[in-house]
């Protein structure tokens, strides 16, 4: 009986695990974005969702929000060429 207990409740931490978590769009509950400047826009790759695009202070490059078929990420936004736009060198 024991057992049986145990898997069930088992079997429910491992369900709870599967739900589907909100994605975090800031303090607002809306997510907005900055227009990027102009010469971001003229360099920046097709492809890449621009409106919902940031600078991350943290490291000084432009991230995008890229809603994929399984989950939803931030991307590096990239040229043409697959470099990373950035405002700043990395510090090496």
Sequence with gaps: MNTIRLLAVGAVVALAGC???PISTG???GATYA???EQVLAIAAPNQNLSAARLDPSDGCYWYRY???VETTWLPLRTVQGNPICTRQPDI
């Design 27 to 29: 303090s607002s509950g």
């Design 67 to 69: 809603a994929g078929p």
């Design 35 to 37: 227009p990027l400047p």
């Design 19 to 21: 739900e589907a978590q």
